[in-house]
């Protein structure tokens, strides 16, 4: 079944104690749809610049990503550029160019209203609500946002939630939604807005998914080498989303190994810079890895 997949792609500058990466592919839509396209169709909504390289494109053509519905606006592509210290976990952003992102308006492609998954990435939340409008019945939808709409925009954001099956934040953006330190009571208030299931990142630590009947854990993957965290949590929500799209099927059980999955792309992604990791993956390597994660979990 097919994937939807809404939010931004833009050229990143990245600096880690490991290298720097100058203007090079990025955005929230690009890594969850590489990540996505390893399990099942996806197709993208989102908006670039005259100036976005057409060579960028093709590869995520290359990968099976439908584009058809990526608008191209006369201006400059969205840039972000970030740093991170030996904590890989905390980005501190350096300089956001919102750009041809700023009058972004997602228009869904007719043939786009009927997906049945969908990942609504990381953007104002008004405009999520309005993407939800355009789908007629959508199977799953996903929602991940940020402090900056927690901070400017929470009571849309929240009619958004309250409309999405599944809540993706990291745990910092979960206590602040919640004004409380504890993960568990924060889970518990974010399903009482709405939300079937609640996964909380933890960067290198892994993740957990809440319901209101049960919690899974995964962990993170004990990598060797990591050169940058970037698109970590999208490569995650893709890993997931793809997953339950091939399958269909969001039982409990295949909650769990979406999340696994989730994981597994979330560790890959951070292996190398910009989507260099991601786009060599094979699908052997996933199920490597996926078996690794199994091991490590088994006792
Ligand atoms: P992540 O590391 O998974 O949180 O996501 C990083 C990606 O999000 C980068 O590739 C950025 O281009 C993109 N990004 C950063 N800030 C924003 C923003 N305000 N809106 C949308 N995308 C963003």
Same mark, same amino acid.
């Given at each position: 079944m097919?994937? +939807?997949?809404?939010?931004? =792609?833009?050229?990143?500058? =990245? *600096?880690?104690p490991?290298?720097?990466?100058?203007? =090079?592919?990025?955005?929230?839509a690009?890594?969850?749809?590489?990540?996505?396209?390893?399990?099942?169709?996806? #197709?993208?909504? @989102?908006?670039?610049?005259?100036?976005?390289?057409? &060579?960028?494109?093709?590869?995520? #053509?290359?990968?099976?990503?439908?584009?058809?519905?990526?608008?191209? &606006?006369?201006?400059?592509?969205? #840039?972000?550029?970030?740093?991170? %210290?030996?904590?890989?976990?905390?980005?501190?952003?350096l300089?956001?160019?919102?750009?041809?992102?700023?009058d972004?308006?997602?228009?869904?492609?007719?043939?786009?209203? %009927?997906?049945?998954?969908?990942?609504?990435?990381?953007?104002? $939340?008004?405009?999520q609500?309005?993407?939800?409008?355009?789908?007629r019945t $959508?199977?799953?939808v @996903?929602?991940?946002?940020?402090?900056?709409?927690?901070?400017?925009k929470?009571?849309?954001?929240?009619?958004?939630?309250?409309?999405?099956?599944l809540?993706?934040?990291? *745990?910092?953006?979960?206590?602040?939604?919640?004004?409380?330190?504890?993960?568990?009571?924060?889970?518990?208030?974010?399903?009482?807005?709405?939300?079937?299931a +609640?996964?909380?990142?933890k960067?290198?630590?892994?993740?957990?998914?809440?319901?209101p009947?049960w919690?899974?854990?995964?962990?993170g993957?004990p990598?060797? /080498?990591?050169?940058?965290?970037?698109?970590?949590?999208?490569?995650? @929500?893709?890993?997931?989303?793809?997953?339950?799209?091939?399958?269909?099927?969001?039982?409990?059980?295949?909650?769990?190994?979406?999340?696994?999955?989730?994981?597994?792309?979330?560790?890959?992604?951070?292996?190398?810079? /910009?989507? *260099? !990791?991601? !786009? &060599?993956? /094979?699908?052997?390597?996933?199920?490597?890895?996926?078996q690794?994660?199994?091991?490590?979990?088994?006792?």
């Amino acid at each position: 079944m097919g994937l +939807l997949i809404v939010g931004s =792609v833009a050229l990143d500058t =990245v *600096e880690t104690p490991f290298g720097r990466a100058e203007e =090079v592919l990025g955005g929230a839509a690009t890594y969850a749809s590489l990540a996505a396209s390893l399990f099942a169709p996806v #197709r993208v909504v @989102a908006v670039v610049g005259e100036d976005f390289p057409e &060579a960028h494109v093709g590869l995520l #053509r290359a990968a099976g990503v439908d584009m058809a519905g990526l608008q191209r &606006a006369a201006g400059r592509t969205f #840039r972000w550029a970030g740093r991170y %210290d030996f904590d890989l976990n905390t980005a501190y952003t350096l300089d956001t160019q919102l750009n041809v992102f700023a009058d972004f308006r997602p228009q869904l492609p007719e043939a786009y209203r %009927d997906t049945p998954y969908v990942f609504l990435a990381n953007i104002d $939340p008004e405009l999520q609500l309005s993407v939800l409008e355009q789908l007629r019945t $959508p199977r799953l939808v @996903a929602l991940d946002s940020m402090n900056y709409w927690i901070e400017t925009k929470r009571e849309a954001l929240q009619r958004v939630i309250a409309r999405a099956d599944l809540l993706l934040l990291n *745990e910092a953006e979960v206590r602040q939604l919640c004004g409380t330190y504890s993960l568990v009571r924060a889970a518990r208030e974010v399903l009482a807005m709405g939300p079937r299931a +609640l996964a909380i990142k933890k960067g290198e630590h892994g993740a957990v998914l809440c319901t209101p009947e049960w919690s899974f854990f995964v962990p993170g993957y004990p990598l060797e /080498s990591v050169k940058d965290p970037t698109g970590a949590g999208d490569s995650f @929500a893709g890993g997931l989303m793809g997953y339950l799209a091939r399958s269909g099927d969001t039982e409990p059980y295949n909650l769990k190994r979406g999340v696994v999955h989730g994981s597994v792309l979330a560790s890959f992604a951070v292996e190398d810079f /910009s989507v *260099e !990791r991601l !786009r &060599a993956l /094979s699908t052997a390597d996933i199920e490597q890895r996926y078996q690794e994660f199994r091991a490590l979990t088994q006792f």
